[in-house]
């Protein structure tokens, strides 16, 4: 039986590990995360914050200037990052790009206390952020047909995935947890007080409501709402594993705001080394075709020992 979470002992995360295999990526620098890549993980770094967001910012543009009548083409996105929102609706505006034919999936809401998405002027609503950021602000706009944003009743996001529409690429940022989205690691229960779900099992998960992780529920608070973790729903709805398939490209965007210098070390090494593990869903990646992991190198930080 595998160790219990130093964490949440009712949960599965990364710290029921090997602990070897921690140890290992907190000794990875800069060059020997470099020399991670292989054919379907390509790992690339910026070396300002600016490069960084414009070049996120392109990955839209370069999906939405693909897309006509007889191919339309979209991007999946999420909030956090949210710098490159600002940025894509003044490429847009800036090149005239006709955006009548592109699509946009959101990547996940808030669930409230009754079972419904948060509405639009819920303060921390993804969907509302999306707009206020971007959409709104487009020359011309992006038909509202085609932007999907996921509900609790989950069927029409799901459909929207099989309706002849190309994903060319599914962008996210990496959780304290080592999520995208809200794939979050299980709980520790029934069928896998065990053993976390198999790599396999968890990969058939499609777009669902999900209770969030603790770490989650903190990181959000720390990142979004000043530390106020009470203003934080403890549910949301997410794309799963199965849409992620669908798309052509995962391109993860790590800056060092969101993940610490070790998880944003793990998930590369597991990866590169085709571990996949559910208690760390981003390794689940190591399975997908074609991954990209954008490295911030400012944000990198370093595992060694620091007494503050």
């Not at 959780?175 to 995208?180: L, R």
């Not at 198999?198 to 989650?216: D, S």
């Not at 529920?217 to 979004?224: F, G, I, P, V």
């Not at 934080?232 to 669908?246: D, F, M």
Request: proline share 6%; with cysteine; charged share 25%.
């Amino acid at each position: 039986m595998r160790k219990h979470s130093k964490i949440s002992p009712d949960w599965w995360d990364y710290t029921t590990l090997d602990d070897d295999l921690i140890q290992d990526a907190a000794r990875l620098t800069l060059r020997d995360l470099q020399q991670l890549s292989r054919p379907g993980f390509e790992i690339v770094f910026y070396d300002t914050l600016e490069e960084f967001y414009l070049c996120e910012a392109l990955e839209y543009i370069n999906a939405w200037r693909q897309a006509t009548a007889d191919n339309p083409v979209g991007i999946c996105g999420p909030i956090g990052p949210t710098e490159q929102l600002p940025l894509v609706a003044r490429l847009c505006n800036e090149l005239n790009l006709d955006l009548s034919h592109a699509h946009f999936w959101g990547m996940d809401e808030w669930i409230g206390e009754d079972g419904r998405e948060v509405p639009l002027d819920h303060p921390l609503s993804f969907e509302r952020a999306d707009r206020e950021l971007c959409f709104d602000h487009l020359k011309n706009p992006i038909p509202g047909e085609n932007l999907h944003f996921p509900k609790a009743d989950t069927k029409a996001f799901i459909d929207s995935w099989s309706a002849g529409v190309r994903c060319a690429v599914m962008q996210g940022g990496q959780g304290d947890i080592k999520h995208w989205a809200f794939n979050d690691p299980l709980r520790r229960e029934g069928r896998y007080a065990d053993t976390p779900p198999t790599a396999e099992e968890y990969r058939q998960l499609t777009t669902r409501i999900v209770e969030l992780h603790p770490v989650t529920l903190a990181q959000n608070a720390r990142t979004s709402g000043g530390g106020n973790i009470t203003m934080v729903p403890n549910r949301a709805v997410t794309v799963g594993p199965v849409e992620t398939w669908q798309a052509e490209k995962v391109s993860i965007w790590q800056a060092g705001t969101h993940d610490n210098p070790l998880g944003q070390r793990l998930t590369a090494l597991m990866i590169a080394k085709g571990i996949a593990d559910s208690a760390v869903p981003m390794s689940l990646l190591a399975d997908h075709p074609n991954v990209q992991f954008n490295y911030f190198r400012g944000g990198l930080g370093s595992c060694a020992v620091e007494m503050h």
